[in-house]
Every structure is written in structure tokens, then in C-alpha cells.
């Protein structure tokens, strides 16, 4: 169980990457764009991967009547998600010392995992809900109003995983340093769960 | 595929050679017959150049940016002329840029560029070029690729002997070609002789910033002083300047400066006249002179008229100064990457005169005077000689080098480019030039460490070269690949102006500081609307300033109502992007001046001078968007004694 609360202690610390690193990179690349402009997400608000590529996606943007990228007090997101992280680092890191000492099972390990997986998918949900109001609640006096072939007005979400072409732009979006950091942690706590659910069987 | 095909040629090569058939076997393996020449010159697209060039843009008076091996020209840089491709020179912000103690003087003829150097090998930090007709040495910065600062010469004229710089680039060295009176004054023409003087100016360059300051003006006797090069390496400390006319005839020059068998090199110890300067030696003497500098925060170039100069007598500076007979009239004077040779490219000659620094020292150390020219010591000739490049071909001009041993002259005559080997004297190449060759280049040939991989004639006269284009036409360039025994012709390309002397560079070592916009945050231009909320007009009497930005793809304000007939409009014009490439241009019709190109980040004026009542466009002259042809507005010019008072509006 000594191992397992180690690795349960450790999860949840690379969890702490998240607010030195970006969760999430979206990347847009055009043929005007060859070195492309991008967007580094943090927990506690949207940075430009250089130094003007916000304010230069924005004035892009502005054409097709996309609102500006928000900045951090614009979303209850960006002062929510850094406490919502640093109060499961501490839980996790409670409970990998309490297993050290032997005063709780693995359970709580899963438990930890389960929370914080259920915590996650909310934030992505809420990810790609802003995503969704960004890339399609156009101004109506857009100076390009553009339409799908078959009439419909075209919107802009973009990706939330992976690759996708809108309009001349290449769009890539994938977890970045700090979402890696993330997984990996939860990863961590999974397999101390695992380690810690062993040992108990062969007692 | 094509490694077997090398390696098929190079075997085919290596057989030659051995079989002895075949005296071109070393040039077949390095791909002569191996691949075409194309191959060679071809710079695929979206792919970069090795090299950077810059061309001296002579009666343009400007300098042009060029790619080797391709040719490909990518920018001109606008110097000492008015440039109404961006408002250089037009714009209330460079007007000071070309402001002399002549006053206003738009034009140039530029002539040598040369790159800043630490440690005798070449740093890219800063170009500078020569202008010779109004004498002025400029600087350029090399992150930006624009002219900084410009400083005028006094008591020169035909600024030619210049814009070289000592190995850490001390000094940049500015010498006059044409000896006038000094100071000037009313005096017959006939009375040159003994009475005008050669002034040799020694321009400090702060390290740092790159300031110029002329730190002391060495009156030479009044010959001509056609070309110059710093000592480096062994002779560092030290600078050679040819000279034509030691006869000093005042007419008909091309014979009568043509008479002396032997013109002179002048070698000047310019740490010994330091030394003397910097103890209290010299005279300061009157002078007016411009120094501009342009501040890339204001964007805003100052000029500021300067009123003495510190002169020094060589006489006075006992072993400062000597000189070197050398045959014919000597053009181009060249000191090898070592610092032991000085080329002395006698003109007139077909021989080649090099001078040993060893025994120039040694001669100067045993008293081997040949008597004296005012008072400067004259070293004996066959003392200071280091040896004689024999009938190499007519006409010699300019000398390079490529760092392996080697030396390229041109043959202005002969139309050729010969090379040579320093130190055994023989002649071990030539390729004929298209056509009359002046100067020649490769990349750091004029420092410690040249990167011989490619040499470039400048040719004065192009006739055929191209299609035809009517009797005017641009100079052309030719490059050679010198990497192999043999120099190969691989290319032909035009060159605009007239290139005097280029200055190449490995791009490796530019491209990383290139600058790609300015920052807004750092622009402290008085007149700069940073943000849409600071654009406003104010009117001051007749003086109207308009505090106008720019940003895709609209000007704020748009509408201008209020102006007057006889007013002065200043358009500031803030360009608000922060991305790469997105300048905005900014054209008012019935402006008496230029257009004004905007970068990223920078601020701009151009003065309007309404003369008619009526609404009057102005546009974005630069395609800046999908939205560009919109990007315009409208001035209501109202008659003089109008009381519509200044309104301005965007959007309404």
C-alpha cells in the first residue's frame, strides 16, 4: 500500500503543471499563415502562443463577426478552474498520505480518480460549449456573411480534438503541456488504485 | 539516384585524373559534368538564399538587397535619396534624414557598403555606405534594414574613399576624392597645387549604439584619394589609401594626373593620431556639418547641424603617416584576410603592385625614405614591395580575396576577372566578364574570414546581357562559383543603379534578428494614435494635425470635415497591426509629395496643402486585406474663410 500511496501522492502534484502550462493548444494555420498563429488555453485564462496572435486571430476573426477571444475576467471559467484544481490536489494528495499511514483504502484512490474525471469531462463540456457560442453566435453585420452550399450560414467552432479546415484556415487543437501533465497524473492515481486494490486481495 | 549520379561522375573524375587525359578531373567531381548549372543557381521556391548581398545603388543612392546564389533582389533600401515608394525622405519624419549643411539635398551617389565586424570577422550588426557626391557615410541597421543615421563629411568632396571600417568596427573611415581649399574660400582654380588638402576623416562608431562622431580629420596633401581599406589581423591599427594626381593638376585630369610613373598608397597609422588625438593633439577648426539620426521609438529622424572639427597635420604626428610608391595610378586598395598584403590595383597598368606591411614596418623601421611629399615621409618602392602580379590583364581595379590563399582582380580593360595566388604571384585563372568589370565581391572578402564560395562581378556596361530595353538601361551582375580550382560562370543578373562595391554576408547570420513589425508599446511617435480613442484633430491656426490610425481595414476617422483652402494638413497616420506583413499605405489626391507606407506599429506624417474646395479622397495604397478597396475616406475642403469648425467621425 506504501507504493501505491506514493504514486497516489504524486498524481495528483503533476496536476500542479496546469497552472505553468497550457491545458489546450489551438493552432491556425493558413496559406497566408505560414508560420501559423495560435492560442494556448490555461486554466486561468487564453494567451497567444506569440506575443500579438491574440489580438491578430481577433482581427481576423472581426471579419466574419466572431467575437473577441475572452480574457480571463470575461469567463467565471478562468477564476473557478484554478481553485476547482488546487482543492483536488490537495484531496489527492490527503489521501495518498493517509494511505501511506494506512488510514484509508484504495477506494478512495478510485474515488479521487472518478471525481476528477467526472470534474473533467465538465470542463471539457464547458469547453466546447464556449467553443460553440464562439464559433456561431455571429454579429449579424459581419462584413463576410458566408453560407454553406446548401444555404445554411456557415459557423466557426472550432475542433476539439483534432484537425479541421475552416475557410482558409488549417485549425489543430490538442492538449498541450500542462492537459498531458493532467492525464498523466490521473493516470498515476489510476494505477495507485490498481496497485493498492492488489495488495489488499492478497491479504 | 542523384548520390550515384555524383558518385558515378566523381569516380569518372577520380579515372581522369589518374589517367591523366583529363585536366578539369577536380572540377568534374565537384559536379561540372555531374549536374547543370541551374542546379547551382536555382534556389527552389518558399527556400532562402545562402547569402544576403548588398549592392551600392551608385546614382540612385540607395542599397539593394540581393540573394546569392539566386540574384533574387528583395528589397531596396532607400539611403540618400528620396524614396516615394514609402515617403522616405517626403514624410515630416525623414525630411531631417537628407538635411545637409547645403541644406535639403535629396539625391545621392552611393558608393561602398561595408558590414560592421568584431574581431575582423563580419557581425551584421550594421551597414554603412558612403555618399559621394554631397560627402556622407550613413548607417543602416540590420535588423530592420533601415537607414539610421547619416552624418555629413566636411571639408570633403567626392566622398570616395570610403565607408570602410576597422576590424572592430573603431572607425568608419570616410576619404575625399576630389582636395578642395580648406577651409573653403574664393581662390583661383590654377592655385591648387600645394594650397588645397585632402581631408581623411576617422568617424568613431559607438559600440553599443552605433553612433558616428568624427573623431579627428587628417589633412592629407591635396592628391586624390580614390579607395581605401583598413589594416587587419597583423597590420590592425593601421589604414591604405590610394592615390591619383599627385601631379595635382586642377584640367584636363585624364592626362595630366596620368604623368607620375608612380601615384602613392598612403599608409596611415590611425592608433598613433588616436593616441595624439586623445592627449589634446589636433586643431579644432570651424566646420558646419549635418549629423541626422533616426529613433526607431519616435520613428522620428533629428538632424543636428555641427559646428567644428577636430583636424590633425600629419606632419605634426611624427610616424603616422607614410607612403608607398605605387605604378599607374592605383584604384581599389585591398589588404588580404592575413593584413600582410596591400593590393595596390594601378589602373593604368597591366602588372598588379602588392606591399609587404613586414617590410613597410621593417623599411619604416630603417629609415628607407625616398624622400618626402610635404613633409610625409615616401618609403623606397622596391623596400616595401611584397611582389608583382605580371601582365595579369589591362586595367586592374578591384581586389577580393577568398580566404584560401587566393585573390580576384578585376580587369576593367580586359574585361575579365583574374585569379591569383598570394605570395607565389601566379596567375592561376581568368573568365572573362560581361562586360568591363568594376568591382568584384565575395561574401567577407574584405575581412578575416571571407566565405569563398561565391564571387560576384559588378560590370559597368551591360549592352546585350538582357533583352533590350531601349539606350538606358540597368548594370548588370555576374556570379561565379569559386569554390573549385577553376572559377565557373553560373549566372547573369541585372543589378539596379549602379552597383560601386557590394557586401555580402552568410544569411544565417541576419535572418534571425530581422525585425518583422514594430511594437505599438514601444512607439513614442508625439503624434501616434495608439488606439482607436486617440485619434482626434487638432487645429492650430492654419496648422491642422490629424492623429489618424489604421488598422483592417478602415482609417480612424474616415470622415473629415472642417478643412480649409490654404491650410496645412498633417496627416499622422498610426499603423495599428501587430502582425507580420500588413503595412497600410495612405495616398491623399493632389498631394505635392509622395504616398506613405506604413509598417506595423510605426507612425508616419505627410503634409497636405489643400489649393480646392471639394470632398477629396484618400486610400490605402497597399492591398492589406480582402477588405482593401474599402479602406478609404473622405476630406470636405470648405473655402478659407469657411467657419465650419473640425469635425471627424468613423462609422456614423
Known amino acids: 500500500m506504501k507504493k501505491a500511496s506514493v504514486f497516489m501522492i504524486i498524481g495528483p502534484l503533476l496536476l500542479l503543471g496546469l497552472y505553468a502550462f497550457p491545458l489546450w493548444n489551438i493552432m491556425l494555420g493558413a496559406p497566408q499563415y505560414p508560420e501559423p498563429m495560435g492560442m494556448n488555453i490555461y486554466i486561468n485564462g487564453i494567451k497567444g502562443v506569440e506575443e500579438f496572435d491574440i489580438q491578430n486571430i481577433d482581427g481576423l476573426n472581426h471579419y466574419i463577426g466572431m467575437k473577441t477571444i475572452p480574457k480571463p475576467e470575461e469567463m467565471w471559467e478562468f477564476s473557478v478552474f484554478p481553485i476547482v484544481v488546487g482543492a483536488m490536489v490537495f484531496f489527492g494528495v490527503m489521501i495518498g498520505l493517509l494511505g501511506f499511514m494506512e488510514k484509508v483504502s484504495y ?76 492525464f498523466l497524473g490521473m493516470l498515476l492515481t489510476l494505477v495507485a488504485g490498481y496497485l493498492g486494490y492488489k495488495k489488499s486481495n492478497k491479504k | ?127 554603412f555606405i558612403n555618399g559621394n557626391n554631397t560627402p556622407r557615410i550613413a548607417r543602416i541597421d540590420l535588423t ?68 558616428m562622431d568624427i573623431k579627428f580629420q587628417l589633412m592629407m596633401p591635396g592628391f586624390n584619394y580614390d579607395l581605401s581599406h583598413p589594416g587587419r589581423n597583423k597590420s590592425h591599427g593601421w589604414f591604405f589609401f590610394t592615390t591619383y594626381n599627385t601631379e595635382e593638376a586642377n584640367t584636363l585630369m585624364e592626362v595630366n594626373s596620368s604623368q607620375n610613373d608612380k601615384d602613392f598608397i598612403a599608409a596611415v597609422n590611425w592608433k598613433k593620431i588616436e593616441e595624439y588625438v586623445n592627449n589634446g593633439g589636433g586643431t579644432m577648426m570651424p566646420a558646419e556639418y549635418a549629423h541626422n539620426v533616426y529613433d526607431e521609438h519616435t520613428h522620428t529622424a533629428t538632424s543636428t547641424m555641427k559646428k567644428e572639427v577636430l583636424t590633425v597635420d600629419p606632419t605634426k604626428v611624427p610616424g603616422a603617416v607614410y607612403f608607398l610608391p605605387t605604378p599607374k595610378s592605383p584604384h581599389g586598395c585591398d589588404v588580404d584576410p592575413s593584413g600582410e598584403y596591400i593590393i595596390g590595383n594601378g589602373k593604368l597598368s597591366a602588372d598588379l603592385t602588392v606591399h609587404s606591411f613586414t617590410n613597410m614596418i621593417d623599411a619604416i623601421e630603417n629609415e628607407k625614405f625616398d624622400g618626402e611629399a610635404y613633409g610625409i615621409p615616401i618609403l623606397k618602392f622596391e623596400e616595401v614591395l611584397g611582389g608583382v602580379v605580371t601582365q595579369a590583364g589591362l586595367g586592374p581595379l578591384h581586389t577580393e580575396f577568398d580566404g584560401k590563399g587566393n585573390a580576384y582582380t578585376t580587369f576593367f580593360i580586359s574585361s575579365e576577372v583574374v585569379k591569383w595566388k598570394l605570395g607565389t604571384w601566379e596567375v592561376l585563372d ?22 569563398g564560395k561565391y564571387y560576384v562581378s559588378m560590370n559597368k556596361i551591360t549592352k546585350d546581357r538582357y533583352l533590350p530595353v531601349g539606350p538606358e538601361m540597368e548594370h548588370s551582375a555576374q556570379l561565379y562559383d569559386i569554390s573549385g580550382d577553376k572559377m565557373e560562370l553560373l549566372y547573369d543578373f541585372p543589378t539596379h543603379g549602379e552597383p560601386h562595391y557590394a557586401a555580402g554576408i552568410p544569411a544565417e547570420k541576419l535572418i534571425a534578428n530581422s525585425r518583422k513589425i514594430y511594437k505599438l508599446s514601444e512607439n513614442k511617435h508625439p503624434y501616434a494614435a495608439l488606439t482607436a480613442n486617440d485619434t482626434k484633430l487638432v487645429r492650430d491656426g492654419k496648422v491642422v494635425h490629424v492623429y489618424m490610425s489604421t488598422i483592417r481595414s478602415h482609417f480612424t476617422p474616415d470622415n473629415i470635415e472642417g478643412i480649409k483652402v490654404g491650410d496645412e494638413v498633417y ?82
Not at chain 2, 533600401?77 to 525623414?94: L, R, W
Not at chain 2, 545637409?100 to 545621392?108: E, I, L, N
Not at chain 2, 568596427?169 to 580648406?182: K, L, M, N
Not at chain 2, 497597399?622 to 465650419?644: K, N, T, W
Request: glycine share 10%.
Open chain 1, 107 to 182: 477506494r478512495w484512490f478510485f474515488g479521487w480518480f472518478v471525481l476528477m474525471a467526472v470534474l473533467g469531462l465538465l470542463g471539457m463540456y464547458d469547453f466546447n460549449a464556449w467553443m460553440t457560442d464562439y464559433g456561431t453566435d455571429l454579429d449579424p453585420r459581419a462584413i463576410m456573411k458566408l453560407t454553406h452550399p446548401d444555404g445554411t450560414p456557415m459557423t466557426y467552432k472550432p475542433p476539439l480534438l483534432g484537425n479541421e479546415k475552416m475557410l482558409n484556415f488549417d485549425v489543430t487543437s490538442l492538449p498541450s503541456a500542462g492537459g498531458y501533465l493532467m
Open chain 2, 1 to 127: 539516384m542523384r548520390k550515384y549520379k555524383y558518385l558515378f561522375f566523381g569516380l569518372l573524375g577520380v579515372f581522369a585524373l589518374m589517367t591523366g587525359c583529363n585536366n578539369q578531373g577536380k572540377s568534374g567531381a565537384k559536379g561540372a559534368l555531374g549536374s547543370s548549372v541551374a542546379d547551382r543557381v536555382y534556389v527552389p521556391p518558399g527556400e532562402y538564399d545562402d547569402f544576403y548581398a548588398f549592392f551600392s545603388g551608385g546614382y540612385t543612392g540607395n542599397l539593394t538587397v540581393y540573394g546569392l546564389p539566386s540574384g533574387r533582389m528583395f528589397k531596396e533600401i532607400p539611403v540618400f535619396s528620396q524614396f516615394p515608394t514609402n515617403g522616405y525622405g517626403y514624410s515630416e519624419e525623414t525630411k531631417p534624414m537628407l538635411n545637409t549643411s547645403f541644406g535639403f539635398v535629396p539625391w545621392d551617389d552611393s558608393h561602398h557598403p561595408d558590414i560592421s565586424q568584431t574581431n575582423g570577422e563580419l557581425d551584421g550588426r550594421w551597414i
Open chain 2, 144 to 211: 530592420t534594414f533601415e537607414t539610421v543615421e547619416i552624418i555629413e563629411v566636411p571639408n570633403s568632396a567626392g566622398n570616395h574613399s570610403s565607408s570602410f571600417i576597422t576590424e572592430n568596427t573603431e572607425y568608419v573611415v570616410a576619404g575625399t576624392r576630389f582636395s578642395v581649399p580648406v577651409p573653403q574660400r574664393d581662390m583661383p582654380i590654377k592655385d591648387y597645387k600645394g594650397n588645397f588638402k585632402g581631408a581623411i576623416s576617422f568617424i568613431s562608431v559607438a559600440p553599443e549604439t552605433g553612433l
Open chain 2, 430 to 451: 581568368r573568365q572573362p566578364s560581361y562586360y568591363s568589370v568594376g568591382h568584384g565581391m565575395i561574401p567577407g572578402g574584405n575581412s578575416q574570414k571571407p566565405f
Open chain 2, 571 to 652: 496627416f499622422h497616420i498610426t499603423n495599428q497591426e501587430q502582425d507580420f506583413d500588413v503595412p497600410h499605405g495612405f495616398a491623399m489626391i493632389g498631394a505635392t509629395n509622395a504616398e506613405l507606407l506604413i509598417a506595423p506599429g510605426q507612425t508616419k506624417t505627410l503634409l497636405w496643402e489643400p489649393k480646392k474646395v471639394g470632398v477629396w479622397p484618400f486610400y490605402c495604397t497597399d492591398f492589406c486585406s480582402a477588405l482593401h478597396q474599402e479602406m478609404q475616406g473622405y476630406v470636405r475642403v470648405s473655402p478659407a474663410d469657411s467657419d465650419l469648425e473640425l469635425s471627424w467621425s468613423l462609422g456614423d
